[in-house]
């Protein structure tokens, strides 16, 4: 049996439900519905408008409704990817179509497992998913945690769907509003230094695919070498960096630039506007404002009354 198999196995063979279909929702639904894969043959998802579920349907090949019911209903896996401050709205419309030991994965940043679990008033199977979009060519990382209804099978089984999208990490749930700012925004980074270094070397006279290519490609190799070799970053760069020469005169630049100054940042503040985003950013004061916290702070009741 192969790697593959194996995921495919512990992530079961049953149907799968995304409900919200847009950038992070449509790149897991590629990735499930890659050509010539019959694992995941019965994958329903949903959008907010009817004009986007037919075009999105012609480009995905996937039956696309705006009806979340539906799409639930019998679903043995359902992923979550609308916005934060849409969730507590779906999950009102789907609580009481979900099965039993249906497996529920929410990927919206900064609503807890604990305001899933509550907004649903049911004992339910959460997962809480934070992927990136990289997961669309298999090529993703995700971070999972269990809520309080999940058990070591259910994160096994959204971990093993997840693998097939990239690599995977089980996570304490703490630990989560800190990998949306590192993991889920960071191709946002890594692209826009990869287009400054394009246009280095197009000032040094290279044609802009090949600058593309050659920027990429070092990335990647960079990226891979870490992973692959597990050394220090500081180790595998002091490779590349001979006394006296070119590569040097560049780290020089980088420091006076302050870059590493600057990407520490970058995380810490996306790591704390990460953590709000369950806010919606008008409508401020509102009953629906800030629900996340006010579900978390709720919790939900074991059957005897006990909040658990
Ligand atoms: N983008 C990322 O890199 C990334 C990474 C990790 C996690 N996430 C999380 O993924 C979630 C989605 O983010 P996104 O960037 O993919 O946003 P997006 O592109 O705006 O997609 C949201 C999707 O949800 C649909 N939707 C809205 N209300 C709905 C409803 N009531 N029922 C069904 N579908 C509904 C929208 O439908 P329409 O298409 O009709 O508008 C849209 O397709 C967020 O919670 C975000 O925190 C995103």
Not at 2 to 18: H, L, M, P, Y
Not at 79 to 96: A, D, F, H, M, N
Not at 267 to 292: F, H, M, V, Y
């Amino acid at each position: 049996m192969t790697n593959e198999d194996k995921c495919v196995e512990a992530s079961g063979r049953g149907s799968v439900a995304v409900l919200g279909a847009g950038k992070m929702g449509g790149a897991i639904l590629a990735a499930l519905t890659k050509a010539g894969d019959p694992r995941f043959a019965d994958i329903r998802a949903t959008v907010q408008h009817a004009h986007r579920a037919a075009t999105v349907s012609k480009q995905l090949s996937v039956k696309i409704t705006t009806d979340n019911s539906a799409a639930v209903r019998d679903a043995d896996v359902v992923l979550l990817c609308v916005k934060p401050t849409y969730v507590r709205g779906v999950l009102q419309e789907i609580r009481s179509e979900l099965r039993e030991d249906a497996l529920l994965i929410s990927i919206a940043s900064a609503v807890t497992t604990q305001a899933i679990e509550s907004a649903l008033g049911r004992h339910l199977a959460v997962i809480r998913a934070m992927p990136n979009t990289a997961c669309r060519i298999g090529m993703g990382m995700t971070a999972v945690c269990a809520g309080r209804f999940a058990g070591a099978e259910h994160l096994a089984r959204a971990s093993a769907l997840f693998a097939l999208m990239g690599r995977t990490a089980e996570v304490e749930e703490s630990m989560m509003d800190a990998i949306t700012g590192l993991s889920a925004s960071g191709p946002a980074f890594i692209y826009t230094i990869l287009e400054a270094l394009a246009e280095g070397g197009i000032r040094v006279g290279l044609p802009r695919e090949l600058a593309t290519t050659l920027a990429a490609q070092a990335a990647l190799g960079a990226s891979a070498m870490v992973l692959e070799t597990g050394q220090h970053p500081a180790i595998l760069k002091s490779e590349v960096t001979t006394p006296g020469g070119c590569t040097v005169e560049g780290l020089l630049e980088l420091e006076t630039g302050s870059i590493r100054a600057t990407l520490i940042r970058a995380i810490d503040t996306t790591t704390r506007k990460a953590s709000t985003l369950a806010r919606p950013a008008t409508n401020a004061g509102s009953e629906q404002d800030s629900w996340a916290k006010a579900e978390s702070a709720k919790g939900i009741e074991a059957g005897d009354g006990r909040p658990v």
